[in-house]
């Protein structure tokens, strides 16, 4: 198994995704299809472009590692390091015109993420994170990853993508914390991670995500200096429960309110 090489070919999926995605944004015409029955799930042309596009380039580059896409699936590989893509993670704010989707690239290995980018194309920011790396790029050039650390959890700054979170009982979990603390804000997606390891806010509680979601930002927030650990304060690099905090102090403060709900 060899690290060489992954952040350049991050990037060079990154970059090829940002040239699959933006045609389609605020686009006349843009639609989207729906994954479920039950609630809107949607994916875009767009999501499937930029998924074809990264795939195209790691079969060429990387043909011995896996894949995991949130558009194609799993592709096995051989070398022990699986790509965990998401190619719009924000497809509901892609489709209203925000500019707070992303898209995520993470490589993994049997224990976790080790390397993660968050790029946003419209606004041209990149946030990396893993093998040495914890910086950001962007309009106002670029600069290391710094998440705040310790400070009171009356203090904090809390964000989630959905007021509901998920299920009703983890609706009131989030609101607990939420009672707790400073501000609270909602609808970023991966966006709210991204600001996190820059140093701007405090928590990200949220619920039913899958592996693909949430695997490149625990690699940018923990190089930032950051904890991501699901609501019992394991691993969450599989999904599920997810809680982000730029400190131990606030880390431990928000899982003594969720462990009431686990």
């Given at each position: 198994?060899?690290?060489?090489?992954?952040?350049?070919?991050?990037?060079?999926?990154?970059?090829?995704?940002?040239?699959?995605?933006?045609?389609?944004?605020?686009?006349?015409?843009?639609?989207?299809?729906?994954?479920?029955?039950?609630?809107?799930?949607?994916?875009?042309?767009?999501?499937?472009?930029?998924?074809?596009?990264?795939?195209?380039?790691?079969?060429?580059?990387?043909?011995?590692?896996?894949?995991?896409?949130?558009?194609?699936?799993?592709?096995?590989?051989?070398?022990?390091?699986?790509?965990?893509?998401?190619?719009?993670?924000?497809?509901?704010?892609?489709?209203?015109?925000?500019?707070t989707w992303g898209v995520?690239?993470?490589?993994?290995?049997?224990?976790?993420?080790?390397?993660?980018?968050?790029?946003?194309?419209?606004?041209?920011?990149?946030?990396?994170?893993?093998?040495?790396?914890?910086?950001?790029?962007?309009?106002?050039?670029?600069?290391?990853?710094?998440?705040?650390?310790?400070?009171?959890?009356?203090?904090?700054?809390?964000?989630?993508?959905?007021?509901?979170?998920?299920?009703?009982?983890?609706?009131?979990?989030?609101?607990?914390?939420?009672?707790?603390?400073?501000?609270?804000?909602?609808?970023?997606?991966?966006?709210?991670?991204?600001?996190l390891a820059a140093g701007?806010?405090?928590?990200?509680?949220?619920?039913?995500?899958?592996?693909?979601?949430?695997?490149?930002?625990?690699?940018?927030?923990?190089?930032?200096?950051?904890?991501?650990?699901?609501?019992?304060?394991?691993?969450?690099?599989?999904?599920?429960?997810?809680?982000?905090?730029?400190?131990?102090?606030?880390?431990?403060?928000?899982?003594?309110?969720?462990?009431?709900?686990?």
């Amino acid at each position: 198994m060899t690290t060489d090489g992954i952040p350049e070919t991050a990037h060079a999926l990154a970059d090829a995704a940002r040239r699959a995605i933006l045609p389609y944004f605020r686009s006349d015409g843009l639609t989207a299809e729906t994954k479920e029955q039950s609630r809107f799930d949607p994916v875009t042309e767009a999501d499937r472009a930029a998924e074809r596009a990264m795939r195209a380039i790691l079969t060429d580059q990387r043909p011995h590692d896996g894949i995991l896409g949130e558009e194609y699936g799993h592709t096995a590989g051989t070398s022990g390091l699986t790509w965990v893509l998401d190619p719009i993670d924000g497809t509901r704010g892609f489709l209203s015109g925000t500019p707070t989707w992303g898209v995520l690239v993470a490589v993994s290995d049997e224990t976790g993420p080790i390397y993660g980018l968050i790029d946003q194309p419209y606004i041209g920011e990149r946030f990396e994170g893993g093998l040495g790396r914890r910086q950001m790029s962007g309009p106002l050039g670029m600069r290391d990853l710094h998440a705040r650390g310790n400070r009171p959890l009356e203090h904090a700054i809390l964000f989630t993508t959905f007021p509901e979170v998920g299920t009703p009982v983890e609706a009131r979990a989030f609101e607990a914390v939420s009672n707790k603390v400073k501000l609270t804000r909602y609808g970023m997606d991966c966006y709210a991670y991204a600001l996190l390891a820059a140093g701007q806010i405090d928590l990200v509680i949220e619920a039913g995500l899958q592996a693909y979601d949430i695997q490149a930002p625990i690699a940018v927030i923990e190089a930032a200096g950051g904890i991501v650990t699901n609501w019992s304060g394991g691993p969450a690099y599989q999904g599920g429960r997810v809680l982000a905090a730029a400190g131990q102090e606030q880390h431990q403060a928000a899982l003594e309110i969720l462990k009431d709900f686990v």
